[in-house]
């Protein structure tokens, strides 16, 4: 993998991460139109940090109020009903579905996962889905309503995105707004539930960088600067647009994109 190439699927996935489009999914059939080889599970993984620290920067204040008062709240009981320590518990409980469904299926997930075929299906069934979601969903709760039940269960959603194609944004955006969340809370939530497990999972693969099957050490930083510039912009836009407009607009780009990937598939023109 050249600077070029790191370059442009750092844009990739600082453009994708955040949008309900699938990060993964765009990390795969780029390389594949442009010729390239497949960067591998490991790298998407570890670019992945460069957009979370996007997430750090950009909630940092958050962040910071939500950790120390939920670290408070263990010998102060009276601060156990508030939503910072509360958001604590839901964003530490949702993440262990994710985390021990990556460790029993982490084979499947570097391997037989990465399908393109499988992708193409999951784009557009995802994007049904989220379109199903935000039409149905009474979209009224807003990120003050969250409850423990209402945390596990879009924790559940974010298992769905370990298959390249699901979306993490997308599934957990979806789950929320199913249980009645606005989009912009069901984004935000998506957000900073996703802190956890993106790291975790990240610095996990970072053992296999510069390895003999590995991606390479500077492609990977490069990578990683860029996701990180481009996935600060991705938040901020997204945030304002959702608070202002459905998610018909990603609805129809999945729908496309995995109908297009299917036609290339079948025309032979990309090899799965």
């Keep these: 993998m050249d600077v070029l190439q790191a370059i442009v699927l750092g844009l990739v996935q600082g453009l994708t991460e955040f949008l309900p489009i699938s990060s993964s999914a765009h990390l795969l059939i780029v390389p594949k139109l442009a010729g390239w080889g497949d960067p591998g599970a490991a790298f998407t993984a ?13 909630f940092w204040r958050d962040i910071v109020r939500i950790s120390w008062t939920w670290l408070r709240s263990l010998w ?14 839901y964003i530490g409980l949702g993440t262990i579905p994710i985390g021990v469904a990556g460790l029993l299926f982490k084979d499947a997930i570097e391997g037989p996962a990465r399908n393109l075929w499988l992708n193409a299906a999951m784009l557009i069934v995802f994007g049904l889905l989220l379109l199903a979601a935000d039409q149905m969903g ?11 039940r ?9 298992m769905l995105p370990l298959i390249p194609g699901a979306s993490r944004s997308g599934s957990t955006m979806t789950g929320a707004m199913f249980l009645g969340y606005t989009r912009e809370a069901a984004a935000r939530y998506s957000f900073l539930l996703s802190i956890p497990a993106v790291i975790l999972s990240g610095l996990f693969e970072l053992r296999h960088v510069g390895d003999g099957g590995g991606p390479p050490v500077a492609a990977t930083v490069v990578a990683t600067l860029v996701s990180f510039v481009v996935g600060y912009a991705s938040i901020a ?4 647009y959702v608070a202002r407009h459905s998610t018909i607009v990603f609805v129809v780009y999945r729908v496309f994109a995995g109908t297009f990937l299917l036609t290339l598939l079948s025309l032979g023109v990309v090899q799965s």
């Design 46 to 58: 570890v670019i992945q940090l460069g957009t979370m620290l996007a997430v750090l920067i950009y």
């Design 76 to 89: 102060t009981p009276e601060l156990r009903g508030d939503l910072d320590a509360r958001m604590g518990w």
């Design 138 to 148: 009474r979209k009224k709760k807003e990120v003050a309503d969250l409850t423990m």
């Design 150 to 158: 209402d945390g596990l269960i879009i924790g559940a959603w974010q």
């Design 237 to 240: 836009w997204l945030l304002r």
